[in-house]
């Protein structure tokens, strides 16, 4: 295959061949760019009949009808195919100065307003892990005064246990040796 597209470039096996002068190309775009000498535009649109020499300005075109991406103007209307051609325009029409201008002060204030709203976030998620920090810390504080408690009164139960013990041991040695 590339060995036959190559032979074109030195043969005469140019299938594409102009039909206003007879030059003869290897492949096709190039008999596409050679028609644009003889006036022909290849790509037009159908809504408005304007032409265009590559199909991608054609689609580019196209969304000024289909509304698809396109920009319009705030004070005008215009409609324009991209950002940078609507700001081409602001740039050049008086009217679209104080526009652009008012647009980039709303842009501005939305920035602002989401900057502050980021930073009530952020203030209101610090304040919620401090208090969830203090309640741990109360809690682990009052585990540790309910263990200290526990561990107190088991003390004192052995001591009172202790106590007793030993005068009944002591009871019944006696008892043991008065019988005696």
């Known amino acids: ?26 492949r096709k775009f190039q008999l596409v760019n ?9 790509h037009a649109c159908p809504v408005c009949g304007k032409e ?3 199909k991608r300005t054609l689609v580019t075109h196209m969304k000024i009808h289909t509304g698809d ?6 004070e005008c209307g215009e409609a324009f195919k991209c950002k940078s051609e609507l700001q ?39 304040q919620a892990q401090q208090q969830a ?6 809690q682990a504080q009052q585990q540790a005064q309910q263990q200290q408690q526990q561990q107190q009164q088991q003390q004192a139960t052995v ?3 202790d106590d007793f013990k030993p005068q009944i041991v002591q009871v019944r040695i006696g008892a043991m040796i008065s019988k005696r």
């Open 1 to 26: 295959e590339h060995l036959v597209m190559h032979s074109r470039f030195h043969g005469s096996l140019s299938p594409f061949v102009c039909p206003d002068c007879g030059v003869a190309f290897a």
């Open 34 to 42: 050679h028609g644009r000498i003889h006036g022909r535009v290849p």
């Open 52 to 54: 265009f020499l590559q």
């Open 69 to 74: 991406g396109a920009v319009a103007c705030l």
């Open 88 to 126: 081409q325009h602001c740039k050049m029409t008086r009217h679209c100065l104080t526009a652009a201008q008012t647009q980039q002060t709303q842009q501005q204030q939305q920035q602002q307003q989401q900057q502050a709203q980021q930073q009530a976030q952020q203030q209101a998620q610090q």
């Open 133 to 138: 920090q203090q309640q741990a810390q109360q």
């Open 159 to 161: 001591i009172k246990q």
